[in-house]
């Protein structure tokens, strides 16, 4: 039977390419605000990072009605690292609108996205987004669309989808580019017309494949998932399945049902077919799970998310300044908020380590990683974390593999050459180089994962900030050699103390100073950047002595450079093998992880001579 009162669709695309702004306007234009209302910009973007950066992290749910037809929408992450949020909440959906810049065409993450949709055999409606661009070129990027179908082994009635044109910020969509657009309805009619409406039993048992898992503290787990199969009830009885554990048959009872209606969830007695629901109270749900009736425990199929390829050891912080700017700053603390993490983030792994002290979390990517990291430190957590590196496998001949990237890369044509040069030191292969005519050039390479780590700050500087960097994973492959990461050493604090003018000026001439006066400092924490390879002790508490000549006001004279502020993002960058990067809410410090300088040198010495 088929549920001709819904519709359910996913937003997906690369990253921002306007999904969550073509949102905004099919909420505004359903009648989902009132006329007067004040909404910000990007209201699917609920959560402080996802506002600052302008990118989506986690997958949303929200609701329309059009012409008495309830659309059940998801707003999906663009973002490669989060890929596992789009993979799993496809299972909800009968059908996806692909958003592509009418300028940049379909890009790497286009792919990742259109392809899972694919292989799923869902219905797809291409929305060539951003129309209004001055350098929009659209007929163009069909072209490329339909390409990419073909790339992706669509078949006929995949290939012969429908193309809407529209300018989500301007709130306007068309079917044929020269008509005059005047607002969203031709999107609404054709997810309408084109998207199937959703099909199952009612008088079969209930059957509810949990896709996401949100989590709110007063209530806990929420598992969110479409009713394939049957009525799901208030207060009923029913079992948890999964597909992937044959053993799992977890008794529970549905204590609170929800359905979503615009930016709400709103409380429901019972749900049937076709409806996306949230459901709260049962503790030991999880993704993949199937709630079903007791005396019919059939789970539905799910597929396994993509493997993590690179990791991080999060660590108490040892410091000397441990303790001073956190407030949860000890092993059990740590322990909880990563575990609690693993509720919500399918991506994610966190392992055990033979000490206590440490944890190897593992996820899709530096972004990934460092979302989390920023996360932790904004509610108060203090700890200390080593460079990303790679997740090896070993095929069957015990030959090592590693994880290759898939990229595509932007570039003026003055900065090809130095791109090409820098990539190729990182093991990067140019499979394809092409001109756009806009004066820019882009290029494909394949490179191993490891090859990236530290490189996106290095590629703004070599580009002027006018380069664009794309990368998609792109499967294992024999491993390629080893790789220089940073050429330049590191300028490490002699002693402990309070940095000064006097200090920070004899050390300034040894290369980029990262703090200024004023600042706490202790023995092997790192205040800068050699110009040169090797590290450097410098000693930035240094003042100069007392004379009878000196005059007082003789230390204004000295000037000091700018001291280079690091982001998160940058100093996860920066840090070497030897090096971990301290977290606060307060301060981001670099140091070395053995602090003491004499046995530094001993182990310096010691793997040399390995």
């Known amino acids: 039977m088929k549920r001709e009162d819904i519709r359910n669709i996913a937003i997906i695309a690369h990253v921002d390419?306007?999904?969550t702004t073509l949102v905004d306007e099919l909420l505004k234009q359903s009648g989902v605000f009132r006329s007067n209302q004040n909404v910000v910009e990007r209201v699917m973007d609920s959560n402080d990072l996802e506002r600052e950066r302008g990118i989506t992290i986690l997958s949303k749910n929200t609701a329309v009605h059009y012409d008495g037809i309830k659309i059940n929408i998801i707003d999906t992450p663009g973002h490669a690292d989060f890929g596992g949020e789009v993979e799993r909440v496809l299972k909800m959906v009968n059908g996806v609108v692909l958003v592509v810049d009418a300028f940049e065409g379909p890009m790497p993450q286009t792919k990742f996205v259109l392809k899972k949709a694919l292989e799923l055999d869902l219905p797809v409606i291409v929305c060539i987004n951003k129309i209004d661009r001055p350098e929009a070129r659209p007929t163009e990027v069909i072209d490329e669309v339909l390409e990419l179908f073909i790339e992706l082994n669509a078949d006929?009635?995949?290939?012969?989808?429908?193309?809407?044109?529209?300018?989500?910020?301007?709130?306007?969509?068309?079917?044929?580019?020269?008509?005059?657009?005047?607002?969203?309805?031709?999107?609404?009619?054709?997810?309408?017309?084109?998207?199937?409406?959703?099909?199952?039993?009612?008088?079969?048992?209930?059957?509810?494949?949990?896709?996401?898992?949100?989590?709110?503290?007063?209530?806990?787990?929420?598992?969110?998932?479409?009713?394939?199969?049957?009525?799901?009830?208030?207060?009923?009885?029913?079992?948890?399945?999964?597909?992937?554990?044959?053993?799992?048959?977890?008794?529970v009872k549905i204590s609170k049902l929800y359905e979503f209606d615009g930016l709400k969830k709103v409380d429901v007695s019972e749900a049937t077919i076709g409806a996306i629901v949230a459901i709260s109270g049962i503790a030991d749900i999880h993704i993949g799970d199937t709630i079903c009736s007791p005396e019919k425990p059939n789970a539905i199929p799910f597929q396994k998310i993509s493997e993590p390829t690179i990791a991080m050891y999060f660590n108490v912080n040892d410091s000397p300044l441990a303790g001073t700017e956190g407030k949860f700053v000890t092993s059990r603390h740590l322990r909880e908020r990563l575990m609690r993490e693993?509720?919500?983030?399918?991506?994610?792994?966190?392992?055990?380590?033979?000490?206590?002290?440490?944890?190897?979390?593992?996820?899709?990517?530096?972004?990934?990683?460092?979302?989390?990291?920023?996360?932790?430190?904004?509610?108060?957590?203090?700890?200390?974390?080593?460079?990303?590196?790679?997740?090896?496998?070993?095929?069957?001949?015990?030959?090592?593999?590693?994880?290759?990237?898939?990229?595509?890369?932007?570039?003026?044509?003055?900065?090809?050459?130095?791109?090409?040069?820098?990539?190729?030191?990182?093991?990067?292969?140019?499979?394809?180089?092409?001109?756009?005519?806009?004066?820019?050039?882009?290029?494909?390479?394949?490179?191993?994962?490891?090859?990236?780590?530290?490189?996106?700050?290095?590629?703004?500087?070599?580009?002027?900030?006018?380069?664009?960097?794309?990368?998609?994973?792109?499967?294992?492959d024999p491993y390629k050699g080893d790789i220089q990461y940073r050429k330049q050493g590191s300028l490490i604090a002699f002693e402990s103390g309070e940095s000064v003018t006097y200090g920070l000026f004899n050390a300034q001439e040894r290369g980029i100073l990262f703090i200024g006066a004023g600042v706490k400092v202790y023995s092997g924490m790192i205040v800068g950047q050699n110009g040169k390879a090797e590290d450097i002790e410098v000693n930035v508490c240094k003042r100069k002595q007392l004379t009878n000549t000196r005059a007082s006001g003789s230390d204004d004279s000295l000037k000091l450079s700018p001291p280079k502020i690091l982001s998160l993002e940058q100093a996860l960058e920066f840090i070497d093998t030897d090096e971990l990067l301290e977290v606060t809410p307060v301060n981001l410090r670099i140091r070395k992880k053995t602090l003491d300088p004499t046995l530094r040198m001993r182990e310096k010495r010691n793997s040399q001579n390995k």
């Not at 030959?399 to 090409?420: A, N, R, Y």
């Open 17 to 19: 390419h306007g999904k």
């Open 156 to 251: 006929e009635k995949q290939l012969d989808c429908p193309f809407v044109f529209a300018s989500a910020k301007s709130g306007v969509a068309v079917l044929d580019i020269k008509e005059e657009p005047v607002d969203m309805k031709p999107l609404f009619e054709t997810i309408i017309n084109y998207i199937p409406a959703p099909e199952g039993d009612p008088n079969e048992s209930t059957q509810v494949l949990i896709s996401t898992i949100d989590y709110n503290e007063y209530v806990g787990r929420i598992g969110i998932g479409k009713v394939d199969n049957g009525t799901i009830k208030v207060n009923q009885d029913a079992v948890l399945v999964n597909a992937h554990e044959p053993d799992k048959f977890v008794k």
């Open 342 to 476: 693993l509720n919500t983030d399918v991506s994610l792994r966190v392992e055990e380590t033979d000490t206590t002290e440490s944890f190897k979390v593992s996820g899709r990517g530096e972004l990934h990683l460092s979302v989390l990291i920023e996360n932790m430190r904004r509610e108060g957590y203090e700890f200390s974390v080593s460079k990303a590196e790679v997740l090896y496998k070993y095929d069957e001949n015990d030959k090592k593999l590693e994880p290759m990237e898939h990229t595509m890369i932007d570039v003026p044509e003055e900065f090809v050459g130095v791109v090409i040069d820098k990539l190729g030191q990182r093991k990067g292969e140019l499979i394809g180089m092409t001109a756009s005519g806009t004066g820019y050039t882009r290029m494909e390479f394949s490179i191993p994962a490891r090859g990236l780590i530290g490189y996106r700050g290095e590629f703004l500087t070599d580009t002027k900030g006018n380069g664009i960097i794309n990368t998609l994973f792109d499967g294992y």
